[in-house]
Each structure stands twice: as structure tokens, then as C-alpha cells.
């Protein structure tokens, strides 16, 4: 637990640097995409904070929960079976305009321009998508992202949230707070110029000492450049994926009186998949006896894996790797029953029967191990196989398809901007390096 917590604490202080980039850069910006993108990654940023330190937080409680549940006497047993994690993923998104007749088929007006990009967040993991342009020239907002969430839980809660902004703004006076803090820095005398200075420029927003105890964050500062303000939002859950294209509702925030807005038609269209654990992994394998054939004496040693819908027999364990196909497949889902037979009184070998209902007959596949200990670890994985499924419902009927995730476009920077980028990696290195000194020196 400690270390996850260290994790966690890692991920946090990453994200503040980055933050502390962002804002330097925003603060610089003269160009129109760049301040946009500049922005995109400052909301970014401070949302992974957010929801890391939430992350944090309940880690927190959880650890105190658990130590009060061992120090009390009257503790009732406790159920230690939880469902397998798994990946979930949002493809293919598509959100409808609704433009007004006038402004998209009769092409008059004045043509609003916006920056969109989606944030979505399911537990501490949150990505953003590519930042797309809209004016009445689209009829959809289209993201072609695929983004992966490799930690879900069957009760996940995928958040997306549309943020907006306006194109048309100036944000040519990026430098003017720095500019003014130089001033009166000057005017004001070193300490005091100092301490103004730290508090005017991006930087304040970095942690701050806190008598040994984690990093206290400041409120990021007011740094001019573009705004997002979040437009609509909807939460996706367990009982939204389907192996195919959906429509979803969308809470609309803004309103037509705000500079962001953009006649969104109420919906958002999208693939959202699942893939269980215990759909992709090996949840249990080892070497078992099939009964084959009506002979009572014709066992046959396998090599089993429980895996997916299915427990797959292979004459050797070498064969797996080999991509031999197996020597028997045995489905396991929703509708297998299992159960333990009586041991054999003259042997050690306890037989498990599978019974599965084919064409309406009901047919039995009958296993042996070792030893009851076997038993027991086979039973288990099956129990647990049966209630991963229980939890992960439509998603184990068969195995949905999720893409690598997509790569990110690189963005637009000309080679202006670009010399911009390098220069304020040059200057947040010596930074970076001016306060370390000053750290170790006093």
C-alpha cells in the first residue's frame, strides 16, 4: 500500500511539473493554436491532478477502514471474492450539430470558430483527445481517438466531458503579467520583488513545504490566453457497452449567449468495448486426467487452461506455445454446472464433472487431479471464473475487440512556434536547476 501510494505521489508531482510548463508557455504564447493547445494541456493537467489526489485520498481511507476493521472484536466474517479488473475502451466518437438552416445550407452569418477536445476520466485515469476546429461547415464532431482504460472495474464510471473555446479571442498579451512582476520586482527591492514575483508568475502554482506532509497545492494562477469551459458531459457505465456502434444522451451546460457555444444536437455516438481478465488471461492451468469414450479405464493426461468462455485441453503443456490445436474444449459460461465428485475411497485422484447443455442434451465432461488440494484450487478458479461473470455480464458472452490505442497527432507548430517550444525547455531546465542549487545551498 505504502507503495502505491509513493505511485501515486510520483504521478502528482509529474503532473505539477508539466502544469508549471504550461502555464510558462501559455504566458508566452502570441500564436492562436499554440495558446489553444497550451490550454487544452493546462485543464488536462490540473484535472489528473485532481482526480490523482482523489485517488490518494482514498487510499487513505481505506488503510484507516481496514485498521478498524482488524482492531474490532465484533468483525463479522468478511467476503474476500472481488470481480477480475479489465480494459475498457471509447472509439469512433461522434457528436451531431444541429446548425440553423441559415448558417449551414444558406452559409450566412458570421462564421463562429471553436476549439473542442473531450476529456475523459474512468477512476484515476484520465485522457483528452485530439483538438478539433468547428465551425457550420460540420455536421459532426468527429474525434478519431481510441483511448484505452487498462484498469476497470465491472462497477466503472467513464466521465466525458466536451469542453469548448472560442477561436476568434486575442491572446497576444501573454507576456504582460511577467513584464509587470520584472517591474515591480525592480522597484520593490530584492526580498520583497522576489516574493511578488513568485506569486505573479506561472510558477506558484508549484507545491509548497508543508511541515514534512504531502505537497499543499496552490490554485493555478490567472494567466491570459484562451479559455475551455466544459459545453457537455455524460457518464458511460457497465450497462452502456455493447459490441457496436451506440448513441448516448449528452447534459448540455453552456447556452447560446456564451462565446464557446455550438448547437450540439443532445447526443453523443461512440463504441464503447469491454475485455474482462478473465476473457484475455489464463486464470487457472495445470495438469489434469480427461475421461475419454465410454471406457471407465480411458484416462487421458492433459494440460488445461481456464480461459475466456473456455477450458482447453492440450495433450502437452508445449503445445500451447506450439499453437497445436487442443485435444478437447470444454465451455465453461454462464450455464456450466460444476461440482466436485465423491473421492474414490481406494485412490487419492478426486474427479470434477462438467455439464454443459447441447442441442438439449445435457452432456458431462468428467476431470481428475491429484490430490483434494487440486481440487480445491480448480473449484476455486471455476467459482471465481463463474462470478467474474456475474459482474461482467454482457461482456463475457463473447470476446469484444479493442484496437491499440491511437497515436497522438503531433501538433501544428511552425517553425516559429517551435523555437518557442526549445526555448522554454531551455529556460524550465534552468529553472529547474537555478532552484535546486538554491535548495542545497541554504
Known amino acids: 500500500m505504502e507503495q502505491a501510494d509513493s505511485d501515486i505521489q510520483k504521478k502528482i508531482d509529474y503532473e505539477i511539473r508539466m502544469r508549471e510548463g504550461a502555464c510558462k508557455l501559455l504566458a508566452a504564447c502570441s500564436q492562436r493554436d499554440q495558446a489553444l493547445e497550451a490550454s487544452k494541456s493546462l485543464l488536462t493537467c490540473n484535472s489528473r491532478i485532481m482526480a490523482y489526489m482523489s485517488e490518494l485520498q482514498r487510499m487513505k481511507e481505506a488503510q484507516v477502514m481496514q485498521r478498524v476493521a482488524r482492531r474490532s472484536s465484533d468483525a463479522g466474517p468478511m467476503d474476500d471474492r472481488s470481480p477480475c479488473k479489465g480494459k475498457v475502451a471509447i472509439s469512433d466518437l461522434r457528436i ?90 525592480s522597484s520593490l527591492g530584492r526580498s520583497s520583488g522576489k516574493k511578488l514575483r513568485a506569486a505573479l508568475e506561472p510558477g506558484a502554482c508549484s507545491p509548497v513545504s508543508n511541515g514534512g506532509a504531502a505537497p499543499l497545492l496552490l490554485p493555478v494562477p490567472p494567466v491570459p490566453g484562451p479559455k475551455y469551459h466544459l459545453l457537455a458531459h455524460t457518464t458511460l457505465t457497465l450497462s452502456h457497452v455493447q459490441d457496436s456502434f451506440r448513441t448516448h444522451d449528452l447534459t448540455i451546460t453552456g447556452n447560446e449567449e456564451c462565446s464557446y457555444w455550438l448547437p450540439l444536437y443532445g447526443s453523443a455516438c461512440c463504441r464503447l468495448a469491454a475485455q474482462p481478465h478473465c476473457m484475455t488471461q489464463q486464470m487457472m492451468s495445470g495438469c489434469l486426467r480427461v475421461k475419454l469414450g465410454g471406457d471407465p479405464q480411458g484416462w487421458t493426461n492433459v ?48 474427479s470434477i464433472c462438467i455439464s454443459n447443455q447441447y442441442g438439449g442434451e445435457e452432456v458431462t465432461h468428467t476431470l481428475a487431479t491429484d490430490c483434494r488440494e487440486d481440487t480445491q484450487r480448480w473449484m476455486e478458479a471455476f467459482w471465481q471464473q463463474f462470478f467474474d461473470m456475474s459482474q461482467w455480464k454482457q461482456c463475457c458472452d463473447e470476446l469484444m475487440k479493442i484496437d491499440q490505442p491511437s497515436p497522438r497527432k503531433p501538433a501544428l507548430i511552425t517553425a516559429k512556434q517551435g523555437s518557442l517550444y526549445h526555448e522554454m525547455g531551455k529556460r524550465l531546465q534552468h529553472l529547474t536547476l537555478f532552484s535546486l542549487e538554491n535548495k542545497y545551498n541554504t
Open 303 to 350: 494440460y488445461a487452461i481456464l480461459k475466456g468462455t473456455n477450458l482447453f485441453c492440450y495433450r502437452r503443456q508445449e503445445d500451447i506455445e506450439a499453437n497445436v490445436e487442443p485435444l478437447l474444449t470444454i465451455g465453461i459460461n454462464k450455464e456450466t454446472r460444476i461440482r466436485a465428485a465423491e473421492r474414490d475411497p481406494h485412490s487419492k485422484a478426486q
Open 96 to 185: 451531431p450539430l444541429m446548425w440553423k438552416d441559415t448558417e449551414y445550407f444558406k452559409n450566412k452569418g458570421e462564421l463562429h470558430r471553436c476549439a473542442v477536445f473531450c476529456l475523459l476520466q474512468l477512476g484515476g485515469e484520465i485522457f483528452d483527445t485530439d483538438m478539433v476546429m468547428v465551425d457550420r461547415t460540420l455536421t459532426d464532431i468527429c474525434f478519431d481517438n481510441t483511448i484505452v482504460f487498462n484498469e476497470a472495474s465491472p462497477g466503472f464510471e467513464l466521465r466525458l466531458e466536451l469542453y469548448s473555446c472560442c477561436s476568434e479571442d486575442d491572446y497576444s498579451a501573454g507576456s504582460t503579467p511577467r513584464k509587470l512582476a520584472s517591474k515591480l520586482s
